[in-house]
């Protein structure tokens, strides 16, 4: 079974221009997490969606991202424009949608994202 | 609030050597806790987990962690180090809000093993 893929690896843009990144769960999943890490700091949630829906977006910086899980299948996060403090590596994780929400994440290897 | 501190940024040590890397987590519900490991160009694997039952938790190449409610402590060892362990490792602590997990890390520890 496939696991957790995310696109690109790695991403390296300008200031001020657009990035897309793509999230592919497990299949089966209902639950989906965006995660990222900042250089040298801790992994900080963004958000989780279950199926298409956004469950909880409380860790999105700011409204330069933008996520959507059309059809509740992959995901795209956006972020227009880009700033500098947006570099960092994102993380994607999927969870199956059992009772209670005690269902394990399993993580994509994330893109590491560079704004210049 | 859930919070996870992990102590040293970085630590050494010899191949061969005991690896102890450090984990303290602050939650006001009991905890689930974890172990994720990140090799160099790969994703988030799970050593291990704690969840409930015995305190003591083995995980995958060798790696096993004890949970000290006491202590809220949450420490990751292996008795030998092996150079394919250089890696970096991320404690975390997993709590459930309105039905739902949300996860919380700790910054991160890179363990180095030196020949």
């Known amino acids: 079974e496939a696991g957790v893929t995310q696109f690109p690896s790695h991403s390296v843009i300008e200031k001020g221009q657009t990035v897309t990144l793509r999230c592919d769960p497990i299949s089966g999943h209902d639950n989906l997490y965006w995660y990222r890490r900042v250089m040298g700091k801790e992994i900080k949630f963004l958000l989780h969606f279950v199926k298409e829906s956004k469950q909880d977006e409380s860790g999105m910086p700011n409204n330069r991202f933008l996520a959507e899980r059309t059809g509740g299948t992959y995901s795209t996060l956006k972020v227009q424009p880009a700033e500098l403090e947006d570099s960092g590596v994102y993380f994607c994780?999927?969870?199956?949608?059992?009772?209670?929400?005690?269902?394990?994440?399993?993580f994509g290897p994330g893109t590491r994202l560079t704004v210049t | 609030a859930q919070s996870v501190t992990q102590l040293g940024s970085h630590v050494s040590v010899s191949e061969g050597a005991l690896v102890l890397l450090r984990c303290n987590y602050s939650?006001?519900?009991?905890?689930?806790l974890f172990w994720y490991v990140q090799y160099p160009n790969q994703g988030l694997q799970l050593l291990l987990k704690?969840?409930?039952?015995?305190?003591l938790v083995k995980g995958i190449n060798g790696f096993e962690a004890e949970f000290k409610k006491s202590e809220t402590s949450f420490h990751l060892t292996k008795p030998s180090a092996h150079m394919s362990d250089a890696a970096e490792y991320f404690c975390?602590?997993?709590?459930?809000?309105?039905?739902?997990?949300?996860?919380?890390f700790g910054t991160g520890t890179k363990l180095q093993v030196i020949p």
């Open positions: 939650s006001s519900v009991p905890p689930y």
């Open positions: 994780a999927s969870s199956q949608g059992l009772p209670g929400g005690r269902s394990e994440q399993y």
């Open positions: 704690y969840t409930t039952g015995a305190t």
């Open positions: 975390a602590v997993r709590f459930y809000s309105g039905g739902y997990q949300k996860v919380t």
